[in-house]
């Protein structure tokens, strides 16, 4: 996927409403973050020293941790997430992913309850890289703390998966010298990595674990059902049951027909644009 013509179609979609695709709420999943943490601590002398108890250790990402995205019905003081983008281009999109944790470095300053959120005037600063996204702190320390340069972008009606790099913002760089941590303007400098793993609903569907809603999963499914498995136990009441099956087979159904709909939607627009996910609906070879 081209990040320069998702980025510009994001842009011009953020004004304009678009009725013609469809559109996916992210609902949950987790972002997971590596921060370079020699060159941190090399640069500012600030060391991570703790984590509050809704970080997950590690993250996906090598030496990372994860905060878990928050549901579009989190109540205060967790912000709900109102990210929402067309399928199967992350294009146009709107709102922000909201997350719930903190880390603290030299067991004073806490910052987390990060938002990822978008803002075009700050696309293609430092130096070009920053996409307009960024990530910023929402507890006693209140700012944008990174800027994200995109290094990737998978979008489905399944999956949201975007990555990149976290760059020093300018209002850290600012928060930086003003705390002593340093004498240099780090803005841009990239500090970490950021995996976002969005979850758009249809991931409880998805047993066979190929990002992929389509046949593999519904024969897994029904082979957990078959041999009354707890994978089965879709309702999650503890039994298993019919109601299980059918629950299963609605949202399936429901997140296949999303995600046809969005490929023959952007067939339609004539994009030729590269997707690694046009490869055939019956596409089961990881159910073994
Ligand atoms: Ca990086
Ligand atoms: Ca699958
Ligand atoms: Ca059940």
Redesign the pocket.
Known sequence: MRIASVLAAGVIGLGASVASAYQVDVEGGQTSVALDTELLEAATGLVVTGASDAVTIPGTLAESVAFPINARDAESPLLPTTFSYDAPELAPFSGAIEHEGTITFNDAITVGNFTIGFDGARAGSLGGLASGFFVASNTAVEAILFDIELTGATTGAAFLEVSGNLLVSPEFAQILIDLEATADDLSGADVGDALVEGDTGCSAVEVSGNGKINFGDYARFLRFYVRDRAEA?????????R??LFGFLRQFIDCVQRDRWARKIYKRHGDDMDDDRDDDDDDDEDDD
């Open positions: 136990d879709f309702d999650g009441s503890g039994d298993i049951n109601r299980d």
